[in-house]
């Protein structure tokens, strides 16, 4: 049970990172990456959307007929997307308009609808609620560190205005790398976003091959040291059995 949790965790946050991993949401990521802050506030109301539509879906798994299920999946990810919209435009305003029409896209992001297809109809809600948890989780990582990356070398600061947009309690994340900073305006612009994730795509790509070929080493020198150490005990063997010291 806790190895099957822990695939979970790992699926959702490396190996099927919803951007690193299934290449899908790649158009609010571009769009509302300019900052760390607006991919901050994106990330979470996806991975909102992501729990709630996955403990649904796994919740009636059983009553959805099959043969409608996804207009019916598409009629549940529309109403928690709905709830989230209208949430967020009463709490958190700023941020709302500074994501304007990406919040209502969220309905249309492929990841959400696959993983109520792939995962969460055929799961127990427990496990429903922590693969939406983590693929949300994932998929806000990500934001939030292509905006950082973005916004550092576009302007020279991090997480601005995240007090205005996410409320005082994110005061504490405004920071400016480099003073009187003139800005590289090409990472603010959606080219940016596009060099800024291939290199991201590089590097996950990098600790991968770094990772299997660490892991097959390992496994290499775990198969030979048992062969090695029967070798040397059949040589002892032989010569203190012809009277010679090993």
Known sequence: MATDYRRIVR???????VVLGQM?????????T???TNGLGMGLATTAVMVMTGGLVSALRRLIPAEVRIPIYI????????????LMNATLHQLYQALGLFIPLIVTNCAILGRAEAFAA????GRALLDG????LGFTVVLVTLGAVREALGTGTLFA??????????????????????GFLLLILPPGGFLALGFLLAAKR???????????????????APATAQGCTTICASRCGAGVSP
């Not at 009629?75 to 209208?86: N, S, W, Y």
């Open 75 to 86: 009629l549940l990810i529309a109403g928690v997307v709905t709830l989230v919209d209208m």
């Open 206 to 224: 990098l600790m991968d091959l770094r990772w299997q070929r660490r892991g097959e080493a390992t496994t290499l020198l775990s198969t030979q």
């Open 24 to 32: 899908l949401a790649l158009c609010p990521l571009l769009a509302v």
């Open 133 to 136: 948890l983590m693929m949300g």
């Open 122 to 125: 055929r799961e127990s809600f």
């Open 161 to 182: 205005d995240a007090s205005l947009l996410l409320g005082q309690s994110f005061a504490f994340l405004e920071t400016t790398l480099i003073p009187d900073y003139r």
């Open 34 to 36: 300019g900052t760390a």
């Open 11 to 17: 699926q959702g946050l490396w190996d099927n990172n």
